[in-house]
């Protein structure tokens, strides 16, 4: 079925350690995001991209790197995990254009001890 | 900048009864505004979208939403209320930098 693919669903990490999230798209899409929700804070936006090779910081940046070498792909890397960096992240993908809205993968709960 | 207020943390109604989930948003320029919806441990979900034309605009799962331009609102409505309409609804807005600003969500608990 078409649409975004995040890699993995879960994820328990220790306190300085390096991950990367991935995240796929088939459908085409210049613009993709990672957003992170954390509990009455709805979605806050941590990078974006709006096509590939074009990546922009969004409202959280700090504590991740993200790239965009091809349309379909957008992985977010945390460098050194902190337990202020537990959350469910979500990545989401959508076509330019003022009609569009997002296409959300199913998401990646993270836990840093 | 823009932001999206959603006023009620949880809301509760009966299963048939009329529902309504509020959102308050201010934005420069013209608004394009949304409804999403999740579910338990799943992404969240287009329900509809408003960028121009009629101020009520109808959606997926018999959802409506109606845009007040005067009030800054884009209530989201639902004639009768079913028990799986029970989850988590974020109203956003899309900024002039293209990127959507989410509210902080509403519970919506719909009781049998």
């Known amino acids: 079925n078409a649409g975004v693919t995040q890699t993995p669903k879960f994820q328990v990490l220790k306190t300085g350690q390096s991950m990367t999230l991935q995240c796929a798209q088939d459908?085409?899409?210049?613009?993709m995001s990672w957003y992170r929700q954390d509990p009455g804070m709805g979605l806050r936006l941590i990078h974006y991209?709006?096509?590939?090779?074009?990546?922009d910081q969004g409202e959280v940046p700090n504590g991740y790197n993200v790239s965009r070498s091809t349309t379909e792909d957008f992985p977010l890397r945390l460098l050194s995990a902190a337990p202020s960096q537990t959350s469910v992240y979500f990545c989401?993908?959508?076509?330019?254009?003022?009609?569009?809205?997002?296409?959300f993968g199913s998401g990646t709960r993270l836990t840093v001890v | 900048a823009q932001s999206v207020a959603q006023p009620e943390d949880q809301v509760n109604v009966a299963e048939g009864n009329p529902l309504t989930v509020k959102c308050t948003y201010s934005?420069?320029?013209?608004?394009?505004l949304f409804w999403y919806v999740q579910y338990p441990n799943r992404g969240l979900q287009f329900l509809l979208k408003?960028?121009?034309?009629?101020?009520l605009v109808k959606g997926s799962y018999g959802f409506e939403a109606e845009f007040n331009k005067s009030q800054t609102s884009f209530h989201l409505k639902k004639p009768s209320a079913l028990v799986s309409d029970s989850a988590l609804y974020f109203c956003?807005?899309?900024?002039?930098?293209?990127?959507?600003?989410f509210g902080p969500g509403t519970r919506l608990s719909v009781l049998p």
């Open positions: 459908m085409n899409h210049e613009y």
């Open positions: 956003a807005v899309r900024d002039y930098g293209q990127n959507f600003v």
């Open positions: 991209s709006v096509g590939a090779g074009i990546t």
């Open positions: 934005v420069s320029g013209n608004p394009y």
């Open positions: 989401a993908s959508r076509g330019t254009g003022e009609n569009y809205g997002y296409t």
């Open positions: 408003y960028i121009t034309g009629d101020n």
